[in-house]
């Protein structure tokens, strides 16, 4: 993996004089923050290693179906990666290669099919998450409606895998609050 951005320390503490400082649709964008700069580039290197992991589940995977959705998440995470990484190269800003670390040619799977879904529904989970908190630390619009869009992508590939658990009948029901509404029916 390369390293993360180097931005230079501050000579002073400098204030926000303009609403200028929340743009970014059109026109003179300023620079990313420091925060904006760290979430794109550990978003990005989180996809990277994403997209290796699932591409080496899709090899394994016993069900055809499960090997096609796991497809489709690496074409997702690659076209997350190209997405964050243009804003960074828009900036400059030096992106992370592929990393060396590729799946292996193996066919063997070390998993079950449902073990592999489930922790892909996992890292699906939090990448969501680690979205949520990037779009909150990013206060240009242009990386709000980046990420707003980059969540729901996610969110109809979680929606897609969760249906397929349930189909299969690989998906536990959490434990839940006590239906109250039901109990006071008697």
Request: with cysteine; hydrophobic share 40%; charged share 20%.
């Amino acid at each position: 993996m390369v390293r993360s951005p180097y931005i230079p320390y501050p000579d002073q503490v400098e204030f926000v004089q303009k609403q200028h400082f929340l743009a970014g649709w059109v026109g003179d964008e300023r620079p990313l923050t420091t925060i904006e700069i760290s979430s794109l580039f550990f978003n990005l290197q989180r996809n990277v290693l994403g997209s290796s992991l699932i591409t080496g589940f899709s090899q394994v995977a016993s069900s055809k179906s499960v090997r096609q959705y796991f497809v489709r998440g690496a074409e997702i995470s690659k076209h997350h990666c190209s997405v964050l990484s243009k804003i960074l190269s828009e900036d400059n800003l030096v992106t992370p290669m592929t990393s060396d670390a590729a799946p292996t040619r193996s066919k063997v799977s070390p998993f079950s099919d449902k073990l592999m879904m489930f922790h892909v529904a996992a890292l699906n989970a939090a990448g969501i998450g680690y979205y949520g908190n990037s779009l909150g630390a990013s206060p240009r619009r242009d990386l709000a409606a980046a990420y707003t869009r980059l969540i729901a992508e996610v969110g109809l590939y979680v929606e897609d895998g969760a249906d397929m658990m349930i189909s299969n009948g690989w998906m536990e029901k959490p434990p839940s609050s006590p239906d109250r509404k039901n109990l006071a029916k008697g």
